[in-house]
């Protein structure tokens, strides 16, 4: 997913992506339920798409070719973008009972 362009799935991975769809079902777990861990695993992943910079005062700031991964992972996981961009470029230190 890293390079970008089609993912072309060979017949063995499809073949058991199949089968693991079809057992999730033989467990209980609804064609619903199955979509929607699979759109979850794929916002997951595509954060690890996402590229950061550090600014002069080393924070973390996106660079402009990721801005559509992380539209995308919003969207996937049913986030705002915004409090996504905070909640994965803010650093916090926590020491005892204090947060930094």
């Known amino acids: 997913l890293n390079t970008g362009g089609d993912l072309d799935l060979g017949k063995d991975e499809h073949k058991h992506f199949l089968k693991t769809k079809k057992a999730l079902e033989v467990v209980g777990i609804t064609v619903k339920e199955i979509d929607s861990i699979c759109t979850m695993l794929m916002g ?12 002069d005062k080393d924070a973390a700031v ?5 801005k559509e991964w992380l539209e995308l992972c ?15 470029s803010t650093k916090a230190m926590t020491t005892g009972k204090e947060s930094y």
Not at 44 to 55: Q, R, T, Y
């Open 44 to 55: 997951i992943l595509a954060l690890g798409n996402l590229k950061f910079n550090n600014n």
């Open 74 to 88: 919003s969207n996937l996981l049913g986030l705002n973008r915004d409090a996504l961009l905070k909640s994965i």
């Open 62 to 66: 996106l660079i402009p070719s990721s």
